[in-house]
């Protein structure tokens, strides 16, 4: 049994774009993006938390979308931001907590997923469960 799975007491972790109607499963719902999503209205996204503090930096994102940095330049760096960030603790203590009662779902509005900060939050995440 992993490490994850003895965690979440067969509760998930779950992730999906925050357009996605909510669904009972989701459970618990955290918005892991520094900016609000655009055209989203705020009754309409049930997001229970908004995690803004553990997303990267203005500077980072901003020199990733202005293509002065390459992804991979980007998730090192935000790798290294994650693990200075004060408030990561505080984060995997409530997605701990809301684990135990149920679902958790981190929700994103990126179209492509795997080329933003979503892999890198993936995985210290995971090596933190």
């Given at each position: 049994?992993?490490?994850?799975r003895r965690?979440?007491?067969?509760?998930?972790?779950?992730?999906?774009?925050?357009?996605?109607?909510?669904e009972?499963?989701?459970?618990y719902r955290?918005?892991?993006?520094r900016?609000?999503?655009?055209?989203?209205?705020?009754?309409?996204?049930?997001?229970d938390?908004?995690?803004?503090?553990?997303?990267?930096?203005?500077?980072?994102?901003?020199?990733?979308?202005?293509?002065?940095?390459?992804?991979?330049?980007?998730?090192?760096?935000?790798?290294k931001?994650?693990?200075?960030?004060?408030?990561?603790?505080d984060?995997?203590?409530?997605?701990?907590?809301?684990?135990?009662?149920?679902?958790?779902?981190?929700?994103?509005a990126?179209?492509?997923?795997?080329?933003?900060?979503?892999?890198?939050?993936?995985d210290f995440?995971?090596?933190?469960?």
């Amino acid at each position: 049994m992993n490490k994850k799975r003895r965690c979440e007491n067969m509760n998930k972790l779950q992730w999906k774009r925050v357009y996605e109607t909510p669904e009972n499963n989701d459970g618990y719902r955290i918005l892991v993006d520094r900016l609000w999503p655009r055209g989203l209205k705020k009754e309409n996204a049930k997001i229970d938390y908004w995690a803004k503090s553990i997303t990267p930096s203005a500077e980072l994102r901003q020199a990733y979308h202005k293509e002065e940095i390459n992804y991979d330049t980007f998730a090192e760096k935000y790798g290294k931001e994650l693990g200075k960030n004060p408030d990561f603790n505080d984060f995997m203590v409530l997605i701990k907590k809301h684990l135990k009662n149920g679902n958790v779902t981190l929700v994103y509005a990126n179209k492509i997923p795997e080329l933003s900060h979503i892999p890198t939050l993936k995985d210290f995440i995971n090596l933190n469960l």
